[in-house]
């Protein structure tokens, strides 16, 4: 006789005041944080527009580099993503451009979203309706996300760039910002 384990299917969501999290407001002034990763070229490009972009409109511009929280530097990578949350008025986390990164920047917003930081997700239409599914399992349906075209990465720098200015005031509208 086969023997299973018996799951509870049962979830338990926190209830949260605003899913959406608080509007950025007025960034001049402010430290915008800007979360790269390690897997796409093109999310650097549109990093680096924008943070040229934010910097004329008087923020300041921090970033941090994702690499997955697993294995012996899990707790240590945590941490990293904590300070540089708490070094950042404001959060802008990307790119979910396949599953996995799709994950990790849901989790990575979580914790930005959970210390009450103005945070925005940067997906590719694709894994869009993914995005907004994780953020709902984690009681934040409405989460603030701006949708880049996919596929993205493999486009040619010129193209990227300006695919970045033209959605930067789609940006600050997603954060609810203002110059």
Request: glycine residues 6%; aromatic residues 6%; negative net charge.
């Amino acid at each position: 006789m086969p023997i299973g384990i018996v799951c509870d299917p049962v979830v338990t969501v926190e209830l949260v005041k605003d899913p959406a999290g608080p509007p950025a407001g007025r960034i001049a002034q402010k430290t915008v944080g800007f979360r790269r990763d390690v897997y796409w070229l093109s999310w650097e490009m549109v990093v680096d527009e924008w943070s040229r972009l934010v910097e004329e409109d008087g923020a300041r511009v921090l970033t941090w580099r994702h690499s997955p929280p697993i294995g012996k530097e899990a707790e240590s990578l945590l941490a990293e993503l904590d300070q540089f949350v708490e070094d950042s008025d404001v959060a802008v986390i990307g790119l979910a451009s396949c599953g996995a990164c799709t994950m990790w920047t849901i989790h990575d917003a979580m914790r930005s979203l959970r210390r009450n930081r103005p945070t925005a997700i940067v997906a590719t239409e694709h894994f869009g309706n993914l995005a907004r599914e994780l953020a709902s399992s984690e009681g934040r349906p409405d989460i603030r996300l701006l949708l880049l075209p996919h596929p993205f990465e493999g486009r040619s720098e010129d193209e990227v760039r300006r695919l970045a200015r033209e959605a930067y005031p789609r940006l600050l509208e997603t954060l609810g910002a203002v110059t």
